[in-house]
């Protein structure tokens, strides 16, 4: 195997990694959007149920 050869892999196998990193940080971002509505969605739920008790 020549030089040319292993450098076309290299940059192959590194550009296969930053598209996966790449993925990897959008679903990141992707989970921390879908904790953050869960979490409010909970919140309400809560809230909804506390007021329901004290003043119905």
């Given at each position: 195997?020549?030089?040319?050869?292993?450098?076309v892999?290299?940059?192959?196998i590194?550009?296969?990694?930053?598209?996966?990193?790449?993925?990897?940080?959008?679903?990141?971002i992707?989970?921390?959007?879908?904790?953050?509505?869960?979490?409010?969605?909970?919140?309400?739920?809560?809230?909804?149920?506390?007021?329901?008790?004290?003043?119905?």
């Open positions: 195997m020549d030089a040319r050869t292993l450098d892999r290299e940059a192959g590194d550009a296969a990694e930053d598209q996966f990193f790449t993925n990897r940080a959008n679903m990141d992707a989970d921390r959007v879908i904790s953050v509505v869960a979490l409010v969605f909970a919140a309400a739920c809560v809230c909804a149920l506390l007021a329901h008790v004290l003043f119905v």
